[in-house]
């Protein structure tokens, strides 16, 4: 059973740092791209970060562009997102995707799913507040 759980979210003060983590199970990660996404209530999900297969290049929204950064894990099977700075804008539910084939990174993000191969996550809140 292929199944991709999301964890590491919890309540952060402004400033704060927190880092997610993708894990996979039933399938190999890095055969895979993988992205980060994020829905605030009332608005639509955003692409946050992904990362390709091979040259595992990189895109970032420009709302976390020098804060975040998505990498890969091998021997963990897991992608991360390092968030730093974070601000209360950041509130929101994080998911993680796991697609192929895809385009680019930014093409993924830009798309949210729709791939041949598409896995999801259940989500982590990640809360920003004082």
């Known amino acids: 059973q292929y199944q991709l759980v999301e964890s590491g979210g919890g309540l952060v003060q402004p400033g704060g740092s927190l880092t997610l983590s993708c894990a996979a199970s039933?399938?190999?990660?890095?055969?895979?791209?993988v992205g980060w996404f994020r829905q605030a209530p009332g608005k639509d999900r955003e692409g946050v970060s992904c990362i390709n297969t091979g040259d595992s290049s990189t895109f970032y929204a420009d709302s976390v562009k020098g804060r975040f950064t998505i990498s890969r894990d091998s021997a963990k099977n897991t992608v991360n997102l390092q968030m730093n700075s974070l601000k209360p804008d950041d509130t929101a539910v994080y998911y993680c995707?796991?697609?192929?084939?895809?385009?680019?990174?930014?093409?993924?993000?830009?798309?949210?799913?729709?791939?041949?191969?598409?896995?999801w996550g259940q989500g982590t809140q990640v809360t920003v507040s004082s």
């Open positions: 039933g399938f190999t990660l890095d055969y895979y791209a």
């Open positions: 995707e796991a697609a192929w084939p895809i385009t680019t990174s930014r093409v993924m993000c830009d798309m949210a799913g729709g791939y041949e191969y598409d896995y």
